[in-house]
C-alpha cells in the first residue's frame, strides 16, 4: 500500500493537536468544553499540514514554530466553521451536532469569537507578515460569504462568480496557510508564492469536490446529509452547470430561486443535477485545477516534501469525504 | 467650565479614530461600510482612553503605539458588541440599528469576525505581552457571557454573581487597554498592576451604572430603549437590590423569572424597581467603585495623566448616557 500523502509529518501533525488542546484551555470549563468539541470533531488539518509541509520543504529546521502557526491557522477555520453553522442553520458537521444545535447560538457565537482570540495569541512571536496573512484570509472570507449570500437562489450566477466565492471562503487560506509556512522558513525564499499559488488552487479543487459531495456523497462518508447547497439556497458548480442542461434549465431554475424550499424539491433537483454531465464535468474542473497547483511547485527541487504537496493534490480530488 | 477628563489627550483621539477607519478598509465595500458604520456610531472611546492616558503617565513618548493597541481594543470591542446585539436580538445601539438590523444577521456576525481580525492585526508590531491581555479578555468576556446567560431570568442571583459577570464583560478589557497602556511605556513600571486595577474597578462602576440607566436612563440621551435588559431576563444590580425589598419580592420574582416576558411586565417591573432604594444603592456602590479605582492610582506620582483619570472615574459615575 502507498503511503497516505501525510505520512512524513505524522508526528508534527500529532503535536499540533496537542497544541491546539493546550492553547483552548480556559477558566470556565464549558467554554473549554465548547472550543475542544469543535477541534475535536476531526477535519483534515489541511491548512496546518499545507502549513507545516511547506516550512519543510523551504528548509525550515525549528518545527514547532509552524505548527503553532498551523494550530492557529485550525482554530481560525474552525471559528469560521462555527459561525458559518448558525448562519446556515447547519445540524451536523462531521458527523456531530453542530456547536450551536449541542450547545446554544448564544454561546457558540461567544465561544467562536473566543477561538479566534485563541488563534491570534498562538501567532503573537512570529514575524508580523503571518498576521498578515490571516488578515487578507479572513476578509476574503468575509468577502466571499457576503458574494455567496447574494448569490442565494439566483440562478443567473456564473462559474466566475462561484469563483470568486470559493476563493475567499477556502482558497484564500489554504494560500496564507502554506505561505506562512515557506515564509517562517525564509523569508527571502523564492518559492512563497509558488507554494501560495499550489495551495490556492488547491482550495479551489477541495472547495470543488466538496460542493460536489453535497450531490453525489454518502452521508455515512461525508458525515453531512447530502442536498444542503440547495436547501439553502448555496450556488455550487454542480448547479450551475446543471443550469446549463436545456432539458432541465426552466425546472431547475424555478426549483433553485424558490426561496420556501421543501425537502421534495431538493430530492428532484438533486435528480436532476444527477441526470446531467454537471458532477463529472465538476469533478474535471477539480482536476485540472489540482494539475494547476501541481504545476506550481515545478519549479521546486524534489523532495519529500514535494512528494507529499503532490500526493495531496491527488488526495483532495479523489476523496469521498 | 472645567475642561473635560480627556482634554489632554483629545489630539491622540482624534488620531485613534483615523487609525480605526484606516484600518477597517477593505476590498469588499459592503465589509468595509459595515464595520465603519459600527465603529463610526460613536461611543466614548473609554478602551483607547485607558490605554493612550496610561502610556503616557507612565513616561511612554511615542504616542502611535498606544493608538494603534487602542483603536484594537476599540475594535475588538465594537465586534463583541455586534455579537452581542445579535444574541440579545438588540435593535437600537447609541441611537442607530444595530448592524444586524441595518444589514442581515449573517453579513453582522462575519462582519464581526473580520473586526477581529484587523484588531488582532493592529498588534502586530507591539509586545507579545499585550496580545496575551486581550486573550485574557476575551476569554474573560466569553466567561462572563456565559455566567449571564446561566443566570437568564433566574432570580437567586446575587451580587457576587453579578460582578462575576460584568468582571469578565466590562471590567476585564478596561483593565487590558490600561495595562498594554502602561507595559507599552515600560514593561518594567511599578504601576502596571494599579493602572490595571484603577481600570477594572473604573470598568465595575462603568458597568453598575449602566445597567442603572436601563432603569432611570433618558433614551433621547443613552440612545437605547430602557428596560431591554429586564425584556432579555438579566440579572443586573438594580434588580437584585430590588429583589431583597420584602414589598415586591414575590411580585417582582415572578416577573423576572417568567421567560415570556410582555412590554407590561417591563413597565410594571421598572416601577417597582423605582419605588424601592435599588438605584440609589446601584449608584452608591457605583460610586465606591469609581473611589476604590481612584485608591489604586495613590502611590502614582501626580501628573496631568493621573488627574484626567481620576476626573474619568468622576465623570464615569456621573454620566447620564
Sequence with gaps: MVDPWHSCIDKELSICEQTMMDAL?????????????????????????????????????DVQTPINIGAAFEIVHSATLVHDDINDQGEIRRGRKTLHREYTTTKAIVAGDCMFAVGYNLLVDVKSEIVRYVLEASSAMASGEFVQKDYEHVSRVTEKDYLKIISGKTAKLFEASAKSGAYTADPDSDYISNVGNFAHEL???????????????????????????????????????????????????????????????????????????????????????????????????????????????????????
Excluded at 39 to 48: C, E, M
Excluded at 237 to 244: S, T
Excluded at 286 to 308: F, H, N
Aim: aromatic share 6%; net charge negative; charged share 30%.
Design 25 to 61: 484551555q480556559f477558566e470556565n470549563p464549558e467554554l473549554t468544553e465548547m472550543c475542544r468539541y469543535v477541534v475535536s470533531s476531526g477535519g483534515k488539518r489541511l491548512r496546518p499540514s499545507l502549513c507545516i509541509i511547506s516550512y519543510l520543504m523551504c528548509g525550515g529546521t
Design 203 to 321: 482550495g479551489l479543487a477541495f472547495q470543488i469536490v466538496d460542493d460536489t459531495l453535497d450531490v453525489t456523497g454518502d452521508p455515512h462518508n461525508t458525515g453531512k446529509a447530502i442536498g444542503t447547497d440547495l436547501l439553502e439556497g448555496k450556488p455550487t458548480l454542480p448547479l450551475i452547470y446543471a443550469l446549463e442542461d436545456p432539458r432541465y434549465k426552466e425546472e431547475l431554475t424555478a426549483l433553485f430561486e424558490e426561496v420556501d424550499v421543501t425537502t421534495d424539491m431538493v430530492v428532484r433537483a438533486l435528480e436532476i443535477i444527477r441526470d446531467t454531465d454537471a458532477v463529472e464535468r465538476c469533478l474535471q474542473r477539480a482536476r485540472e485545477k489540482a494539475e494547476d497547483a501541481k504545476a506550481m511547485l515545478d519549479p521546486l527541487p524534489d523532495s519529500v516534501y514535494k512528494q507529499s504537496l503532490l500526493s495531496l493534490a491527488d488526495y483532495v480530488v479523489s476523496r469521498d469525504r
